[in-house]
């Protein structure tokens, strides 16, 4: 029988036997065996468990300690981002403030005390001679624009695609301004209005009235693309019309070689055109806008020959600038007179100019048509479009019968431009149901012929 043994230090493991003598020794002997348990060592079962919960107590301990790092990581990273993000729009917003400042106190970007612009004529000419003198750098006074493909255009690209404004690029000269072609250079082309001089300042209020009028698009209104002020001086950029105006065209204005005739379904679409670019003009825009200044000249033609309006807003804008300007001083052009629509569907009709023809005398184009009431109307029809094709008479007279209605004396007669549109739908569904028009031609002679004489009654009563 084993009276002692020493088994300290030998790596065993396992459970020591409870029924032998081993249990009978001291713990002394079984020293650094860190896998035996049992008598005289604890109990197999409590010391594993409690080895376990300490493991896993340090575990959980780490992954807490590592998921509280990665959160702090995180929020600092945040808060960084924020930070950068508001440093970055304070400074834009100074930055957009100083500018604001800088064009309103000289009118550039930047060295704007060294800008002087003499836009002075000559004597005997037209020529707008523009100089730029004891500029530290190039002209860079940035246009604000309501189109992408403009963004990057400033004043010293207009004065170069103008020529300076020189009188070889004028293509029009109206009561606000004169228009310039300016052809950039990327190729592009467009329209310069440079408008006149106005005695006050008036400079909020014109960029008020441009953030509204080049928020307006429409098919058949011309868009203004941009805007820029310099000095005293106030351009408009258009998006270019090819084919002019319609006073141009229809009146012969086209220099040798570029004119071309309009037949009757170019010019009932340019007036279908025009008609539905002043209805979205008084019905759909908020404010309303109405034009004062319709015209002929005012009618602009695209490729595709549609009809384009231009200039509205224009009167509200030259009120809103100068108030020493009176908006009657704004209303009409000679020749014209409100409601000026009906004038420019006479000249469609008669292909007559408005006013300065022998055959008016000392009237204009509506007191011709209304003498013509007491014959056949029939006689003021161009004769270019009958000759052409004489079945087109009832059609005509159905469209006098219309600018009749525009041209009453008595406002409240006179139909909107949506009932325009309307009637104008009545006619083209008429004709393509009825072809028949001897008998109704009598009819309209005399409901047009109806409808001068009684504005001329009540006018005289």
């Avoid at 037209?126 to 004891?134: G, I, Q």
């Avoid at 909020?204 to 693309?225: D, Q, S």
Wanted: hydrophobic residues 35%; contains cysteine; aromatic residues 6%.
């Amino acid at each position: 029988m084993l009276s002692e043994i020493d088994l300290s230090n030998n790596r065993l493991n396992g459970t020591i036997p409870e029924g032998g003598q081993l249990a009978t020794f001291s713990a002394a002997m079984y020293l650094n065996n860190s896998g035996l348990c049992g008598l005289p060592l604890p109990p197999c079962g409590a010391d594993r468990a409690a080895s376990g919960d300490g493991q896993r107590r340090r575990s959980h301990r780490k992954q807490a300690s590592l998921a509280a790092s990665v959160a702090m990581g995180l929020l600092f990273s945040l808060f960084c981002v924020f930070g950068l993000i508001l440093v970055a729009v304070e400074r834009k917003k100074r930055q957009e403030k100083k500018k604001k400042k800088t064009m309103n106190k000289d009118g550039s970007n930047g060295g704007g005390r060294d800008l002087y612009i003499d836009s002075r004529s000559h004597s005997g000419t037209c020529n707008s001679n523009w100089k730029l003198t004891a500029t530290k750098e190039a002209l860079s006074i940035n246009l604000a624009t309501f189109e992408k493909p403009l963004r990057m255009l400033t004043f010293a690209d207009l004065l170069e695609a103008t020529n300076g404004f020189h009188d070889d690029t004028l293509i029009g000269t109206g009561g606000f301004g004169d228009v310039y072609r300016a052809q950039l250079k990327d190729g592009s082309v467009v329209a310069i209005k440079k408008l006149i001089h106005l005695s006050g300042q008036g400079d909020r209020e014109f960029t008020a009235e441009m953030e509204t009028i080049g928020k307006i698009k429409h098919r058949n209104l011309v868009p203004l693309l941009g805007y820029c002020k310099v000095g005293e001086e106030r351009l408009l950029v258009y998006e270019y019309m090819k084919h002019g105006s319609l006073d141009d065209v229809l009146h012969g204005r086209k220099k040798e070689g570029e004119g071309f005739k309009l037949d009757w379904p170019a010019r009932r679409k340019i007036a279908v055109g025009a008609a539905r670019g002043l209805a979205f003009l008084h019905h759909n825009c908020i404010p309303h806008i109405i034009h004062r200044d319709m015209k002929s000249s005012n009618v602009l033609l695209d490729d595709n020959l549609e009809a384009r309006v231009s200039d509205f807003g224009m009167a509200r804008l030259m009120s809103a600038m100068d108030t020493h300007l009176s908006v009657s001083t704004l209303a009409g052009t000679p020749g014209y007179v409100p409601p000026d629509y009906g004038v420019v569907l006479l000249e469609l009709l008669t292909g007559k100019q408005p006013t300065d023809s022998p055959e008016f005398g000392d009237g204009n184009l509506v007191g011709w048509v209304r003498q013509h009431t007491k014959l056949r109307l029939s006689d003021v029809f161009d004769k270019e479009l009958l000759r052409e094709d004489p079945s087109l008479e009832l059609e005509l007279l159905k469209h006098l019968k219309i600018a009749c209605a525009c041209l009453d004396d008595r406002p409240m007669r006179r139909p909107t431009m949506l009932k325009v549109m309307a009637m104008f739908k009545e006619i083209q569904v008429g004709l393509a149901v009825n072809s028949a028009g001897s008998a109704t031609v009598a009819s309209l002679d005399s409901g047009c012929d109806m409808a001068l004489k009684e504005g001329r009654e009540d006018k005289d009563q």
